[in-house]
Antibody, heavy 118, light 107 residues
């Protein structure tokens, strides 16, 4: 059974850096075709893809946010870490991580709400 | 970037109705199209992949069709548990993208 869980701060101040951790079980991030994606959803709005890391350590970022995002993996700990710099109130959202197989997000974490406010 | 456009944004229907949601891609995505159901406060749930492949455990009243740029999600006979928001998503490229969502409401 694949499970994922996001963790990190619930409140960050404008200009700060957000660091979120996705801890997963039930799969290995060294298996061919497997990846972990990050997706966010502002309150009452649609889903937005942020970043993706693959089994071979290939990394992809949303073009509109690329300069602010970094994604890394620790295969031995079954964790993926997303950092987003220079946080702004418009970045207030629920942040999800998801297991992907050949790009398809098929299992999602429960999400974590991050509020950006001074 | 590939843009995904869903319609309608809101759909009011009754239990037992047949409903269809459409999704259009701004360029050819073959059949690399997924549909998700999301309920308030919950993560999206994958219903259909590869445009028409029903995920395990998803009721057969859900079906998907289409290819290239035009896709549909059909629910053949609405059940109370189906009232939720539905999203389409293309995964033909690394920069995958979602539609803006269709909220299915009880009439």
């Amino acid at each position: 059974q694949i499970t994922l869980k996001e963790s990190g701060p619930t409140l960050v101040k404008p200009t700060q850096t957000l660091t979120l951790t996705c801890t997963f079980s039930g799969f290995s991030l060294s298996t061919d075709g497997v990846g972990v994606g990050w997706i966010r959803q502002p309150p009452g709005k649609a889903l937005e893809w942020l970043a993706h890391i693959f089994w071979d350590d290939d990394k992809r970022y949303s073009p509109s946010l690329q300069s602010r995002l970094t994604v890394t993996k620790d295969t031995s700990k079954n964790q993926v870490v997303l950092t987003m710099t220079n946080m702004d109130p418009v970045d207030t959202a629920t942040y999800f991580c998801a297991h992907t197989l050949y790009l398809l997000p098929d299992n999602w974490g429960q999400g974590t709400l991050v509020t950006v406010s001074s | 970037d590939i843009q995904m456009t869903q319609s309608p944004s809101t759909l009011s229907a009754s239990v037992g109705d047949r409903v269809t949601i459409t999704c259009r891609a701004s360029q050819d995505i073959n059949t690399w199209l997924a549909w998700y159901q999301q309920k308030p406060g919950r993560a999206p749930k994958l219903l259909i992949s590869k445009a028409s492949s029903l995920e395990s455990g998803v009721p057969s009243r859900f079906s998907g069709s289409g290819s290239q740029t035009d896709f549909t999600l059909t629910i053949s006979s609405l059940q109370p548990d189906d009232f939720a928001t539905y999203y389409c998503q293309q995964y033909s490229t690394y920069s995958y993208s979602f539609g803006q969502g269709t909220k299915l409401e009880i009439k």
